[in-house]
């Protein structure tokens, strides 16, 4: 066991309060392996694990969910994918979007009352990802009626707004909106390779775009195996446009989709963010189309449906079959 490890997580651990998380740097499976042992020899609980850290839960939980902070229980955000089909075909794109894909639009109506029931089911924050969300001319529709409820992030690229899409978003609030753009490097080179060429540009110039509307905006990078300096790199473009910390997402590939690489995520792996599509629930909304993870064909009653992905995140963590991680698509 790593004595430097050991002492950290002693320190780290004992100075923190019972029925607490506190996040211990690690550097690969080995130390994750030492902060387990440490842990189930302490009476202590390792909660879940980061990319670069563990989090270390002081004492044994009673339950799982509430070990969570409030922010990451299963069912404080809801994820909907509005539809599949997109304008690009990224080649590592978890869910196989394409302009060829099979749309699975959710419907205004369906869409609405999936708002209207998420208020009673304990939601807090509400997420629409794709495919392109911009694909849908009616979007600032179901925008509107997001935004009276919740705070709303749309996922897009920015590549299309023009037109009737362009007027459609001026016209949206600004207020309880975010929009997170994505761009996988500062540069045309990484981005391009990925999503296609001249990609790059015009998701630039959108995020411009947003910025000069007066929209919030997050900017959300994914990054694999080829990804080199670019997250130093994105760290100075983000600097030069002014976003702060909650502003940036950095994550890596999932093997997912259209990915013949990366991470792979399963239901005992993952912490759940309820997704719904139009082909029913899921785990996790990088999984969303991924059979062994999809947890119902409909999302009705939707708290029903919480309460159901709770209990297996439940089992699973009592179990202590496999550690869960968190993956941040926001």
Same mark, same amino acid.
């Given at each position: 066991?790593?004595?430097d490890l050991?002492?950290r997580?002693?320190?780290a651990?004992?100075t923190t309060?019972?029925?607490?998380?506190v996040?211990?740097d690690?550097?690969?499976p080995?130390?994750?392996e030492?902060?387990q042992?440490?842990?189930?020899g302490?009476?202590n609980t390792?909660?879940?694990?980061?990319?670069?850290?563990?989090?270390i839960?002081r004492?044994r939980?009673a339950d799982?969910?509430?070990?969570l902070s409030?922010?990451?229980?299963?069912g404080?955000?809801?994820?909907?994918?509005?539809n599949?089909?997109c304008?690009?075909?990224?080649d590592?794109c978890c869910?196989?979007?394409?302009p060829k894909? $099979? =749309?699975?639009?959710?419907?205004t109506?369906?869409? *609405?009352? /999936?708002?209207?029931?998420?208020? !009673?089911?304990?939601v @807090?924050e509400l997420?629409?990802?794709?495919?392109?969300?911009?694909?849908l001319?009616d979007?600032?529709e179901?925008?509107?009626?997001?935004?009276?409820?919740f705070?709303t992030?749309v996922?897009?690229n920015?590549?299309?707004?023009?037109?009737d899409?362009?007027r459609r978003l001026e016209a949206?609030?600004?207020e309880?909106l975010?929009?997170q753009?994505?761009?996988?490097?500062a540069?045309?080179?990484?981005?391009?390779?990925?999503?296609?060429?001249?990609s790059?540009e015009?998701?630039?110039?959108?995020?411009?775009q947003?910025?000069?509307?007066g929209?919030?905006i997050?900017?959300?990078?994914?990054?694999?195996?080829?990804?080199?300096?670019?997250?130093?790199?994105?760290?100075?473009?983000?600097?030069?446009?002014?976003?702060?910390?909650d502003?940036?997402?950095? $994550? =890596?590939?999932?093997?997912?989709?259209?990915?013949? *690489?990366? /991470?792979t995520?399963?239901r005992s !792996?993952?912490i759940? @963010?309820?997704?719904?599509?139009?082909?029913?629930?899921?785990?996790h909304?990088?999984?969303?189309a991924?059979?062994?993870?999809?947890?119902?064909?409909?999302w009705a009653?939707?708290?029903d449906?919480?309460?159901?992905?709770?209990s297996?995140y439940r089992a699973?963590?009592?179990?202590?079959?496999?550690?869960?991680?968190?993956f941040p698509?926001a």
């Open positions: 066991m790593s004595l050991t002492l997580l002693v320190e651990v004992g309060a019972a029925g607490s998380t996040l211990i690690v550097d690969g080995g130390d994750v030492v902060a042992r440490w842990a189930a302490s009476n390792v909660l879940a694990v980061h990319p670069d850290a563990v989090e839960y004492g939980m799982p969910i509430k070990a409030p922010d990451r229980r299963p404080y955000r809801l994820w909907v994918y509005t599949f089909h304008n690009l075909s990224c590592y869910v196989s979007s394409s894909a $099979r =749309r699975r639009i959710i419907a109506d369906e869409f *609405a009352q /999936l708002v209207d029931e998420a208020g !009673s089911a304990g @807090e997420y629409l990802t794709g495919g392109e969300p911009f694909m001319i979007l600032d179901r925008l509107r009626h997001a935004t009276a409820a705070p992030t996922l897009t920015a590549m299309v707004w023009q037109g899409r362009l949206l609030p600004r309880g975010t929009l753009i994505s761009l996988d490097s540069t045309p080179r990484l981005h391009d390779r990925h999503r296609g060429a001249g790059f015009t998701a630039v110039a959108g995020i411009r947003a910025i000069d509307l929209f919030r997050r900017v959300a990078a994914t990054l694999g195996s080829d990804a080199g300096t670019s997250e130093v790199e994105l760290a100075a473009f983000f600097d030069e446009l002014g976003l702060s910390a502003q940036r997402v950095v $994550r =890596r590939i999932a093997k997912q989709g259209s990915a013949n *690489a990366g /991470l995520v399963s !792996s993952l759940p @963010e309820v997704c719904v599509t139009a082909d029913g629930v899921w785990w909304p990088v999984a969303a991924d059979p062994a993870m999809q947890v119902n064909d409909h009653p939707l708290a449906t919480i309460e159901a992905v709770r297996e699973h963590r009592i179990a202590g079959d496999v550690l869960a991680s968190t698509c």
